[in-house]
């Protein structure tokens, strides 16, 4: 079983609609989250990071996180075709950062 | 305000050979990692540097070392290069500052680019 996955996609969403991006993990001691986006032959850049279970917002996007379901997702509200780009869900774990394979989420107009 | 630098590039090598990567962390941070990315896939952790020590390994094999200087940089050497070796390989400076519970947020440079023969 993989630390932390996530589906590969590709999720293609229409420009404006709302997009929910998904992962798991596998290590209950985990404590930090986090969404990083990667545009193509580019390096990941952090977006989001959620310690506590609940919703946390900042501007278009909302991470969500369930410590009890072992569960985190994004949520990226009036989608630009700029948001198209692969998004890494990554876990603390064990003193280092995890990644999923990544979700390629494509916007299109 | 600099942000991680990592050089070189790109570069070609073929099986068998050996390869130094260096990363300079972005101002005030204290830890190095790196992270191999074969396309199409997520960074798969490689290990982490601090105070000049290897505090933390993935799963790789000896022939992966690396190395942090006094300023913090690092180095990433692979010897004994295989096809499988080519990917994208990643830096990434963070704080300890505070303990770990603050560490977590990864600032990434932009790759070095291998390619094995």
């Known amino acids: 079983q993989k630390e932390v996955e996530q589906n590969s996609g590709p999720l293609s969403v229409p420009e404006g609609a709302i997009a929910s991006l998904n992962c798991t993990y596998s290590?209950?001691?985990?404590?930090?989250f986090f969404w990083y986006r990667q545009y193509s032959g580019k390096s990941p850049e952090l977006i989001m990071s959620i310690y506590s279970n609940g919703d946390k917002e900042d501007g278009r996007f909302t991470a969500q996180l369930n410590k009890a379901s072992q569960y985190v997702s994004l949520l990226i509200r009036d989608s630009q075709p700029s948001d198209s780009a692969t998004y890494l869900c990554?876990?603390?774990?064990?003193?280092?950062?995890?990644f999923g394979s990544g979700t390629r989420l494509s916007i299109r107009p | 305000d600099a942000g991680v630098t990592q050089s070189p590039t790109h570069l070609i090598k073929t099986r068998g050979q050996q390869v130094t990567l260096r990363c300079s962390p972005k101002?005030?941070?204290?830890?190095v990692s790196w992270y191999q990315q074969a396309l199409g896939q997520g960074p798969q952790f490689i290990f982490q540097?601090?105070?000049?020590?290897?505090?933390q390994r993935g799963n790789f094999p000896d022939r992966f070392s690396g190395h942090q200087f006094p300023n913090y940089s690092s180095e990433l050497n692979v010897n004994a290069l295989l096809l499988g070796d080519s990917a994208l390989y990643l830096c990434?400076?963070?704080?300890?500052?505070?303990?770990?519970?603050?560490?977590?947020?990864?600032?990434f440079g932009e790759g070095s680019r291998l390619t094995v023969l």
């Open positions: 101002s005030g941070h204290d830890t």
């Open positions: 990434a400076s963070s704080s300890l500052a505070g303990g770990l519970a603050n560490t977590g947020e990864l600032f």
């Open positions: 290590d209950r001691g985990s404590q930090s």
């Open positions: 540097y601090y105070e000049e020590e290897e505090r």
């Open positions: 990554a876990a603390h774990s064990a003193s280092k950062i995890i």
